[in-house]
């Protein structure tokens, strides 16, 4: 679905039904608009939102999306913390640079290199801090926009799709697929994650996640 928004008409947010695995695309959203957009929508939903240039989208992530998310996000925070690299995450906040007329909130995001910088701030903001390190997201319903990540100059970002990890890394000001993480350079990821991913789906989460751990340790060890 396509809308447009025109001077002197508002548009009723809380009306609008997004379906899961669905997504609503507002053309000729002003910065202020967004800004306005991102206030009515409040933080306690289930919708992602994204803005590049003028268009903003509004997408609402499909359980199955949700599932992965978790699962890959934790084996993520595992792996930094049996590697002892100290990290924060900040989950879907919305990442935005008025300067850069970009926007984006991804299913999941990590500072680690950069995290003493930002330690302990209540609110980021990318004209003067800088983007997570590592962003993840789960595209069971395509809907990555690395522009925007490239824009914002997110150093590497993680796209899980249709059972496949794909790691990408910042060059230039473009990403580049690469089959070991700048983060992880010696771990075997791109095979592995989605190995223990769907043993979670047969054997449980908790099962799994000592099982990664255990694997994790043999390997720095």
């Keep these: 679905m396509i809308m447009k ?9 809380k009306q609008l039904i997004v379906p899961p695995g669905q997504r609503v695309l507002l053309e000729d959203t002003s910065w202020q608009e967004f800004e306005d957009i991102l206030e009515e929508l409040g933080e306690s939903r289930s919708s992602r939102v994204a803005y590049n240039n003028g268009i903003l989208e509004i997408m609402t992530p499909l359980p199955e999306h949700e599932g992965s998310k978790e699962i890959v996000s934790d084996f993520i925070k595992a792996l930094l913390e049996e590697l002892d690299i100290e990290f924060w995450s900040l989950g879907s906040t919305t990442f935005k640079n008025e300067l850069m007329s970009q926007g984006i909130e991804p299913d999941n995001c990590f500072y680690i290199k950069n995290e003493a910088t930002v330690r302990g701030k209540d609110k980021i903001d990318l004209v003067k801090d800088p983007p997570p390190d590592l962003a993840l997201e789960i595209d069971v319903t395509s809907r990555t926009h690395p522009n925007i990540y490239a824009a914002l100059g997110t150093p590497e970002l993680w796209r899980f799709e249709k059972g496949k990890l794909q790691i990408n890394v910042l060059e230039n000001g473009k990403y580049t697929e690469s089959e070991f993480s700048p983060t992880f350079p010696s771990l075997p990821l791109q095979k592995v994650i989605p190995q223990y991913l769907q043993q979670c ?11 990664f751990r255990n694997w994790v340790q043999q390997q720095i060890t």
């Design 201 to 211: 789906k047969n054997q449980g989460r908790n099962k799994t996640m000592k099982a």
């Design 5 to 13: 928004i025109n001077q002197g008409v508002k548009i009723m947010l």
